[in-house]
T-cell receptor
């Protein structure tokens, strides 16, 4: 099973709202990723968790707060977002066998976020 | 020079044609290479990992040329359903202890197969 699930599929929120995006995988992967993708652009890395620890934060604004409650789950908490944060938010997971290995990333279907 | 470069296209090809995409990378220490396919408003899906020996999966063939630092994807007998954006993804080898990989995406090449 190479499935990564994400909820919700679509989210519309105001600039003062607090919401969370959820991601789940049951492939036994120990690396999980959050990406942001704007139209006609490639995915842009936001955060990486490895063995449930935050390993990379790509200078993401603090209005985005990631959380990895366990090895299967990844959350992204949103607060006080701006309209320019509207995008497709993708979760991915991979094995974590070291940088010399082929650790293919598998993506979830994404959450399409609109900030009003 | 960008880390990973792709021709954004679009490549408009008739059904049944053979089409090839190239992707160049700048870091000679790059270790792993992938082609992903992304349909409009969908997530990227892994199409193929690209190994040093080259690999083939049905109508799709991927090659790696380390000397010239590029990877290629060949699609034979194009189908309408092959219309998508093809993303070249490279792991430029950033040593870390966590096992994760911070890969670099190309901008993607758009393919449109025409009836």
């Amino acid at each position: 099973d190479t499935e990564v699930t994400q909820t919700p599929k679509h989210l519309v929120m105001g600039m003062t709202n607090k919401k969370s995006l959820k991601c789940e995988q049951h492939m036994g992967h120990r690396a999980m990723y959050w990406y942001k993708q704007k139209a006609k652009k490639p995915p842009e890395l936001m955060f990486v968790y490895s063995y449930e620890k935050l390993s990379i934060n790509e200078s993401v604004p603090s209005r985005f707060s990631p959380e990895c409650p366990n090895s299967s789950l990844l959350n992204l908490h949103l607060h006080a977002l701006q309209p320019e944060d509207s995008a497709l938010y993708l979760c991915a997971s991979s094995q974590a066998r070291g940088p010399l290995s082929y650790n293919e990333q598998f993506f979830g279907p994404g959450t399409r976020l609109t900030v009003l | 020079r960008k880390e990973v470069e792709q021709d954004p296209g679009p490549f408009n090809v008739p059904e049944g044609a053979t089409v090839a995409f190239n992707c160049t990378y700048s870091n000679s220490a790059s270790q792993s290479f992938f082609w992903y396919r992304q349909d409009c408003r969908k997530e990227p899906k892994l199409l193929m990992s690209v190994y040093s020996s080259g690999n083939e999966d049905g109508r799709f063939t991927a090659q790696l040329n380390r000397a010239s630092q590029y990877i290629s994807l060949l699609i034979r007998d194009s189908k309408l359903s092959d219309s998508a954006t093809y993303l070249c993804v490279v792991n430029p080898l950033r040593l870390n202890s966590g096992g994760y990989q911070k890969v670099t995406f190309g901008i993607g090449t758009k393919l449109q197969v025409i009836p």
